[in-house]
């Protein structure tokens, strides 16, 4: 198998797993786990599994050089505590569905990033695939919901916004590492960095969990989030990124809402019907044309 389709696969389990924990983060936050205390359990238990694996991976090429260690700070500030601690936050103070939409702004910050340091080149076909793909998205996630920004919501919806920015600066910043280090060794230290940047705004709710109070679903929802959702997703993420644009691995955010929507009909009961199916038609052509689509005409893409 080619390591650009194993990329492209990499980037559809990440984003499953991102999809699913829209349904399972919610069973256990707030009413359990505080936004801030839920992701300091991510950041520590996922940072201990990533350094756990230099048992078991090679240890050759694991040495860092110093002059990359200032930009696995960066990505240990923006990729894990900024990025997590916004979107938990946000989330806890605004609606689903502006979250939702929200997140999809992500492709286009790393486009327009991307663009102005000259790593990127928009064209036609990837401008209709971006447009198809927040089309679909937003279609599948406002069925039966209002779209309108309150005042009750706006500090929620910042939040997520500047969460989405987070996310793209540190794909950006992330992807030159790739290429002089294996994904498991980049991925060890930012997630180190990113504990230490957390662990001052998560001690305090962390300390005041009941545990007693979870049932073994709970606990099976927060291992999914650590294992699933944090090591494998932020795993295959960095993986996909030694293979693929970072406008690439930023599209697949796009499928969220469709896995969200499959996981909330299997468990909620939730109706398939016609928007939806449309919806999931927009957002899989979107994705196409922006990152698989080959024009033929010499100088498209």
Not at 44 to 55: K, R
Request: net charge positive; with cysteine.
């Amino acid at each position: 198998m080619r390591a650009e389709t194993k990329a492209h696969l990499a980037l559809l389990g990440a984003n499953l797993f991102y999809g699913i924990s829209y349904t399972a983060a919610k069973a256990v936050m707030p009413s359990l786990i505080q936004p801030s205390a839920f992701i300091l359990i991510r950041v520590s238990l996922a940072a201990l599994l990533f350094w756990s694996s230099i048992i078991w991976t090679k240890r050759t090429g694991s040495t860092i050089r110093k002059k990359d260690i200032p930009m696995l700070v960066l990505g240990g500030l923006f990729g894990v505590a900024m990025n997590q601690l916004l979107f938990f936050e946000g989330l806890s103070r605004t609606l689903p569905i502006h979250a939702s939409i929200l997140m999809m702004c992500t492709p286009l910050f790393i486009w327009g990033l991307s663009c102005f340091l000259g790593k990127e080149s928009l064209n036609l076909i990837k401008i209709i695939g971006l447009s198809l793909g927040v089309s679909g998205a937003i279609l599948l996630m406002s069925s039966n919901q209002t779209l309108a920004i309150t005042g009750a919501t706006w500090l929620g919806d910042l939040l997520v916004l500047l969460n989405a920015i987070s996310y793209a600066i540190y794909l950006i910043l992330i992807k030159p590492l790739m290429s002089r280090y294996r994904p498991v060794v980049v991925i060890r230290w930012v997630f180190l960095f990113g504990w230490l940047f957390v662990l001052p705004f998560g001690w305090n709710d962390f300390q005041t969990i009941d545990w007693s109070l979870f049932t073994a679903v709970d606990y099976t929802i927060v291992v999914f989030i650590v294992v699933c959702v944090t090591f494998l997703s932020y795993l295959w993420n960095v993986y996909a990124l030694r293979h693929v644009s970072p406008s690439t691995a930023g599209v697949y955010i796009y499928l969220q809402p469709v896995f969200a929507a499959v996981v909330s009909m299997s468990i909620a009961g939730e109706k398939m019907t016609i928007q939806k199916l449309l919806a999931a038609l927009l957002v899989f052509t979107g994705v196409y044309l922006a990152n698989f689509y080959k024009s033929r005409i010499k100088g498209t893409q």
